[in-house]
Nanobody, 119 residues
Framework: QVQFVESGGGLVQPGGSLRLSCAAS????????MGWYRQAPGKQRELVAN???????KYADSVKGRFTISRDNTKMTVQLQMNSLKPEDTAVYYC?????????????WGQGTQVTVSS
């Protein structure tokens, strides 16, 4: 199993910034993908950004140029710097870990942290 400690959510005004952090522990490996998903009320969970252990990144089109993802492979932490936040970024943000073990994909999500963008 994988455990997560997420932090950094909260209330921010449009145009503001927040930084989300997540530390993973348990049955984890450095060769993995970590990232963030989000789910707004009434909508499906969607990928925000992820980063592989080699450093390659993927971003949702809606956050490109505003969000930056980074990770520390020695500490197994992942951060999401969110700038120029918009009301449509309001959602519960979930830390994410994924790897392959013996050819089988494993996916794990944290408990989520609320991000609210409102004036």
């Amino acid at each position: 199993q994988v455990q997560f400690v997420e932090s950094g959510g909260g209330l921010v005004q449009p145009g503001g910034s927040l930084r989300l952090s997540c530390a993973a522990s348990g049955s984890i490996f450095s060769i993995s993908t970590m990232g963030w998903y989000r789910q707004a009320p009434g909508k499906q969970r969607e990928l925000v950004a992820n980063i592989a252990s080699g450093g390659s990144t993927k971003y949702a089109d809606s956050v490109k140029g505003r969000f930056t993802i980074s990770r520390d492979n020695t500490k197994m932490t992942v951060q999401l710097q969110m700038n120029s936040l918009k009301p449509e970024d309001t959602a519960v943000y979930y830390c994410y870990y994924s790897d392959y073990q013996r050819g089988v994909r494993r996916d794990y999500w944290g408990q989520g942290t609320q991000v609210t963008v409102s004036s």
